[in-house]
């Protein structure tokens, strides 16, 4: 069945790093994928989103490209702030929009 | 890692009918449960956040008596669709926190068929 990847974590990095949180996929079609994101305390915000191959999602600096080859969706951002600091999720809906499917979380500390 | 079990994952009711939704964490206590609706092809949107012991906190738009929700104890939060209509069906996901800030860990999710 469908599922979703992602690293692990804990992240830690310095303020104006690099990041990247690795997202891999697995599904049949084309699904439609998303990061959310949750701030401390807080529940899930959308932080992105992707519906077709080659698309690039954007958002608060962040980036993720709907790669189909390499059935990935890699977040990305050049330069990481301490507000930054929460756990980030790929996730996945599949063609219907039936169902939606997380990856574990990847909890990132900025730190300044 | 944490296990967050919701039941059932696909549900067909007819209209005016309620349905329970439940979500358990099944190895840890969970302060707080949030609930969330999908819409085909869109992104979650969330519903309404649940502390134990206390009255849900509803987002803007949400009805509070249409979408009833109890959260009873440290491991257990219903949603109770209430006289269902065919606009209710959806995918509604429940997701659970050990405490404040802590990562969230998700249900399965259940799919609503009202007609």
């Known amino acids: 069945g469908d599922s979703v990847t992602q690293m692990e974590g804990p992240v830690t990095l310095s303020e104006e790093a690099f990041l990247t949180i690795n997202c891999t996929y697995t599904a049949t079609g084309y699904p439609s994928l998303f990061w959310y994101v949750q701030y401390p305390g807080e529940g899930l915000q959308l932080l992105l989103k992707a519906t077709k191959a080659d698309d690039k999602g954007s958002n608060k600096g962040f980036e993720a490209t709907y790669r189909k080859e390499t059935t990935s969706f890699h977040l990305e951002k050049g330069s990481v702030q301490v507000s930054d600091s929460a756990v980030y999720f790929c996730a996945l809906s599949d063609l219907g929009g039936n169902q939606f499917y997380f990856g574990t979380g990847t909890s990132l500390t900025v730190i300044p | 890692g944490a296990v967050v079990s919701q039941h059932p994952s696909r549900v067909i009711c007819k209209s005016g009918t309620s349905v329970k939704i439940e979500c358990r964490s099944l190895d840890f206590q969970a302060t707080t449960m949030f609930w969330y609706r999908q819409f085909p092809k869109q992104s979650l949107m969330l519903m309404a956040t649940s502390n134990e012991g206390s009255k849900a906190t509803y987002e803007q738009g949400v009805e509070k008596d249409k979408f009833l929700i109890n959260h009873a104890s440290l491991t257990l939060s219903t949603l109770t669709v209430t006289s269902a209509h065919p606009e209710d069906s959806s995918f509604y996901i429940c997701?659970?926190?050990?405490?404040?800030?802590?990562?969230?860990?998700f249900g399965s999710g259940t799919q609503l068929s009202v007609l």
């Open positions: 997701s659970a926190t050990r405490t404040k800030g802590e990562k969230l860990f």
